[in-house]
């Protein structure tokens, strides 16, 4: 039995394939944890989602940003849906599309295991979350997400304010809780998001730092493992595996084995790509 974790797939379908080949997946045994953004820019997005779909029961999986954007234009008119770029239009126009949409939306934000030791995220966590915290924050907002308040969340979701605190509520609370869960990277001691800046440490502004490096940060008892940062690439350090690793830009997909001492990472080409572009 293995237990890996997966990084961003966003509709690579050819290379998510390879990966889960060589490292001998095998759904009777073995169980997969994916970091979220499974859909969207990739070209294969349907076919990705079923084919982890068609591994729920062998899989854990956490919602990125491009997931809950997939979910909020789900919600939208036919005629808005064919506005989106054909990746997923592919999926909203699929025969099979309420299944995969039903069962995306039932995802968690947030994962933990306390007997392995680990817990998922798709971006991170704000500097003075515990994982309590966050475990607490996380049900919040899929409660929302899979109830009757799904439409009021999901069109309220976007924006990059306010800040977190613990005073919001409303859709200002699920916002923050949302953007911290799915979009952070850098962000202030105070933990406001800078939204703007997506480079690798050392390119950011003055008085910034990664999540997982905020001075005054709280200790969590679980390592971390989590994607979104493309241009992060494969890190390690402070308890936390980021393993987005740009297989959509033409970087590699990433697996790390979750239930073993030593550290043990597989990866297989990405996508081929003419030209990077602008990575969220």
């Not at 854990?60 to 036919?78: K, Y």
């Not at 949409?101 to 995220?121: A, K, Q, S």
Request: hydrophobic share 35%.
């Amino acid at each position: 039995m293995a237990i890996w974790a997966i990084g961003d797939l966003q509709g690579c379908y050819g290379p998510t394939q390879r990966l889960l080949e060589k490292i001998r997946f095998d759904p009777a045994q073995d169980r997969i944890w994916f970091c979220g953004d499974l859909v969207n820019r990739g070209g294969e997005s349907l076919e990705t989602l079923r084919l982890v779909h068609s591994l729920r029961d062998h899989c854990t999986v956490v919602l990125g940003n491009h997931d809950l954007s997939l979910l909020a234009i789900s919600e939208r008119t036919p005629d808005d849906q064919r506005k989106v770029n054909p990746d997923l239009q592919r999926i909203l126009f699929a025969q099979d599309r309420d299944t995969l949409i039903g069962w995306l939306r039932e995802r968690p934000l947030l994962h933990t295991d306390r007997d392995l030791g680990w817990m998922m995220v798709h971006a991170g966590l704000a500097p003075k979350w515990t994982i309590a915290h966050a475990e607490r924050h996380a049900r919040e907002v899929e409660r929302r997400l899979q109830g009757d308040g799904r439409r009021k969340l999901l069109r309220n979701m976007y924006g990059d304010f306010p800040a977190w605190s613990p005073a919001l509520r409303g859709v200002e609370r699920e916002r923050a809780i949302i953007n911290i869960f799915t979009r952070l990277r850098y962000c202030s001691p105070r933990g406001r998001i800078a939204f703007n800046e997506k480079g690798s440490p050392g390119t950011q502004a003055p008085g910034l730092y990664p999540w997982y490096e905020v001075p005054g940060r709280v200790e969590r008892e679980l390592k971390i493992v989590c994607g979104h940062w493309s241009t992060l690439n494969l890190f390690i350090g402070h308890g936390v595996h980021a393993i987005d690793t740009g297989a959509v830009w033409g970087g590699k997909l990433t697996a790390l084995q979750l239930d073993t001492d030593e550290l043990r990472i597989v990866q297989v080409p990405g996508r081929e790509v003419a030209t990077p572009g602008e990575q969220d």
